[in-house]
């Protein structure tokens, strides 16, 4: 099977350090591929990278076997979405607006008949709905971020790349998001996000790519990559990797010392 997002050989220096040293990766459809790495691993920098948003000043990024510099904007928007950390509006626009705004990319098609059934069953994998008519300014961030996964499934792409969707969240809408992208990798699509969440991420991804100063240390399965001795190796603290006794699936928790007893890491 042909990828359908290829990275080869990508270094990037910015600030005159190297973030990303010759990172190769391939993301295929009907998987769910989840990043993750301690702060300043280079996964932002590699998801900007994966995008279109950033240029590498090395190595090659392909979508569909065709470089992403020789993609058009129109082009691009109707091959990926990208739901970043955080976005600023300067108008108050409505919930219901800017999801509707995620329909850009298919106006003066025929798709754009589908622009209001498309956007209302977005807003309700969100569970956005009930805020359809409120001013995206007024929201919470964990509101804030479900809208913007709502505009992001609202533009209907082939590959959709979340950098960090769930960390605004509480339980509930951490678990809706991450199995709903889930079952959208079921149905063909490519899905790629930053986790911070362990336990999340093992629970959820089809496969999990670790990162460390910039490169790629391990990727395979969640079972395959999240190990006690790697973990606590990558994150310079000891870490249990126990097992889920309803999914069998690994569940990542920090090693603490007890009240009273004193660390010698």
Not at 8 to 13: A, G, H, S
């Amino acid at each position: 099977m042909s990828a359908l997002l290829s990275a080869r050989d990508v270094c990037l220096t910015l600030g005159g350090n190297l973030i990303l040293d010759g990172v190769c990766l391939d993301i295929e459809a009907g998987q769910t591929t989840v990043l993750v790495g301690p702060n300043g691993a280079g996964k932002s920098t590699l998801f900007g990278v994966l995008a279109g948003d950033l240029q590498p000043d090395s190595g090659t990024v392909k979508l569909r076997g065709r470089s992403l510099a020789d993609y058009d904007h129109l082009e691009l928007s109707r091959l990926r979405a990208v739901q970043l950390q955080q976005s600023q509006l300067a108008f108050s626009f409505t919930v219901h607006d800017t999801v509707l705004m995620g329909r850009a990319p298919w106006k003066g098609t025929a798709r754009e008949e589908d622009d209001l059934a498309v956007v209302a069953a977005a807003l309700d994998t969100a569970d956005m709905s009930r805020l359809a008519q409120r001013p995206v300014p007024v929201l919470s961030g964990g509101e804030r971020a479900r809208g913007a996964f709502a505009r992001l499934l609202a533009q209907e792409t082939p590959l959709l790349l979340l950098d960090e969707p769930t960390a605004a969240l509480d339980i509930h809408h951490q678990e809706r998001l991450a199995a709903h992208a889930r079952e959208l990798s079921r149905e063909g699509t490519a899905v790629v996000m930053i986790v911070h969440d362990l336990s999340l991420a093992a629970a959820y991804a089809d496969r999990v790519v670790l990162m460390r100063e910039g490169r790629i240390c391990a990727d395979g399965t969640p079972r395959e990559v999240f190990t006690a001795p790697l973990l606590s190796e990558v994150y310079d603290h000891p870490i249990l990797v126990l097992t889920d006794p309803h999914t069998g699936s690994p569940l990542i928790v920090p090693s603490r010392t007890q009240p009273g007893e004193v660390s010698h890491d």
